[in-house]
Structure formats: C-alpha cells, structure tokens
C-alpha cells in the first residue's frame, strides 16, 4: 500500500485559496466541471477542515499512481486507517468507488459516475468572481478590461501581462494535448461568437490534411459534456448553424494576433446567459433573444445613441415578431436610454450588466 500511504501522509495545500461561489457540502458529492476552473483548489480547501488523520486525497492524473494496484487497495486501507473522507480528483472510472462517510469524486462532466449521486458544478470565474482574484482593480471598467484579457482561468488572474500568451497558449496545450485537438480548437477560437456548425469546420480541416468525420462529431460532442464548449440556436431556425461559445474567452485570443473583440463579448454574454436559463436564441439582427422574458440584447461595444438607434431600428421586424418589450444594449462604457415604438432601450457598460444580471 505505498501509494495510499504516501498520499495519507501528504495532502497538497491549496496556497492562496481564494472564496468561491461554490461551497463544498459534508456529504457525497460529485464535482464536475470544465478544465481548470478551479475544482482541485475547492476540494483541497475543503480537505483542510478535515482532521489530518480522518482525509485521504487521491489524483488518478498522477504519473506516480499504478491503478491495478490502487483498485485492489482502496477500500482495505480506507477502513484500517477510519478515513471518513476520501477525495478522488480526476476520476476517470478506472477506480471502483469506495465505501466512507463522505466521497468526494472529482472529474469534467456532470454525468453522474454513480446513480443518484449528488451533482455540484463549478464553473470558471465569473467577472465578480475574477475581482476577488484579481485584487489590482481600481475601476471596474478597468477591471473588465483586464478579464477580456486574462479570461476566466483562476490560474490567469494574477500572471504578469508580459506572461500571458505563453501562459494561455500552455494552457492550450494542456487541455488538448494531441496535435489534431489543438487544430480543432484553433478553428474553433476562429469562429468565437460566430455562427458555424460541425460540417464547416469538418471541411476547413479537411483541407489541412487527412480527419475523420466521426472523430471530429465525437470530439465536439465530448467537449460540449466537459462544458469546453456551448452552443445557442437560431430562433425558428434549429437545423442552422449554431452560435459557438467558449468557457475561457482568452485562450481563443492567444492563438492568433488578430483580436477579436466582439466573439469575446459575445461568447461571454451568452455563457453568463446560459447559467440562468436554457430558453436563449439569436436572430438575424438581435445578438441575443430570451422569448419567454420578452427581452432583447444587442452587443455593441462603442455604441452611441445614434449607432444604437440605427440598431434597434434595423431590428423592427423581429422585435415584433418575438414580441420583445425590453432591449439592453451592451457597450465598453457608455451608457445612455431611450425609446423605439414605446419599448425602453438602455444601453449600459458591459461590466454593469454582467454583474447585475
């Protein structure tokens, strides 16, 4: 029993815990969530409550673990030292579940590993969240342009700016190590916010060399299950391309040297959309369309009044036809209100929003 007996005698320390909005509960539990959002540092945390004699932490990813021989072990060492709480981080089945008072299995997609296992999800940082971690900020407009920069990865929040590419970029290579997954996700970063469906990116690849069709479906659909990636609907239309979402809008920004600053501020709308209701579409002229609160978003980072009223004003028909009765336009710092046809219009800096949605 090396291996449990190693890990019994040193639990890692999550140095510069920082609070999140998730809290670990003192029961079973099944954390999930997308890579590197934080979940290990949330579990450590928690094992620091814990008696040092009554925890064990256990990370299948480590290089060191022979996953036969812990199999086999688990359970006897568990009862011969009373362990009441057992961590299991990057779970990946090869490991039956053990039996204590509280199991803690720790892995990147919210389907249950046990049935009626208890599900909690941590996802990356937020932009309240990112203050907390970020701990330089002076003005929030500042601040929000620095999350543009760094994105949601608690790792990036604090890394020097003359640092960050080559951090995101390993990150990158972290999250997808084989060459054809970094391909796939760089055609991705191409189409942040944009419109594309798996058959497009299929055929841009396929130019660049030999790929499978079903790796690629499979792939995507792998990515979508690890929360990687989200995608929205076109409203009235659910067979045409889809609107592309990433978890970290930074990573896409460090792949090329062209920036796009709209597929950031769209991925990120519409991720921070999605955590508060599934009933989400776009439309032709509107960015964003929530039917069943009858209330529009337009992203315009530079908007002014009369840029946003040529906006809304070429989005008429569909503001009727969805019967949208509150538009919200979102810009770097401007803010301003006005009327189209007795609806309200305001237009607020995108950092207002986001945290007083």
């Excluded at 779970?91 to 296992?117: A, F, H, I, N």
């Excluded at 760089?186 to 189409?191: E, M, T």
Aim: net charge positive; glycine share 4%.
């Amino acid at each position: 029993m090396h291996q449990l007996e190693a890990f019994y005698e040193s639990t890692p320390k999550a140095v510069g815990f920082v609070e999140r909005r998730v809290e670990m509960p003192s029961h079973t539990v099944q954390l999930y969530g997308p890579p590197r959002s934080g979940k290990t540092w949330l579990v450590l945390d928690h094992l620091s409550r814990v008696p040092r004699r009554k925890r064990l932490y256990v990370d299948l990813r480590d290089l060191r673990v022979d996953k036969e021989e812990l199999a086999r072990s688990l359970n006897p060492f568990i009862h011969a030292q009373k362990i009441e709480t057992v961590v299991l981080d990057h779970y990946d089945g090869s490991v039956p579940l053990p039996s204590c008072r509280q199991l803690v299995v720790v892995c990147e997609k919210g389907e249950p590993v046990r049935p009626l296992m208890p599900l909690l999800e941590l996802k990356s940082l937020d932009f309240e969240e990112y203050l907390a971690f970020e701990r330089r900020h002076i003005h929030l407009e500042h601040s929000f342009s620095l999350y543009l920069r760094t994105g949601s990865l608690p790792q990036m929040a604090q890394v020097h700016e003359t640092l960050l590419t080559m951090a995101l970029q390993e990150a990158v290579r972290s999250i997808f190590p084989r060459e054809n997954e970094r391909s796939l996700f760089r055609h991705l970063a191409r189409h942040l916010g944009k419109q594309v469906t798996a058959y497009q990116l299929y055929t841009l690849m396929k130019k660049e060399g030999k790929i499978s069709k079903d790796w690629l479906y499979r792939t995507l659909k792998s990515w979508e299950e690890r929360g990687i990636v989200q995608w929205i609907e076109k409203m009235d239309h659910p067979r045409a391309a889809r609107r592309l979402l990433i978890y970290d809008f930074a990573m896409p920004a460090s792949l090329y040297f062209e920036k796009s600053l709209m597929g950031q501020l769209l991925s990120l709308a519409g991720s921070h959309l999605l955590e508060t209701s599934r009933d989400i579409y776009f439309s032709d002229h509107l960015d964003f369309l929530l039917p069943d609160e009858h209330r529009a978003i337009l992203v315009s980072p530079f908007s002014n009044h009369q840029i946003a009223a040529q906006k809304v004003a070429a989005a008429a028909e569909e503001i009727d036809r969805y019967a949208v009765r509150r538009i919200t336009i979102l810009t770097i710092a401007n803010r301003f209100e006005f009327t189209f046809e007795k609806k309200p219009v305001r237009a607020v800096p995108f950092y207002e929003w986001i945290m007083g949605e």
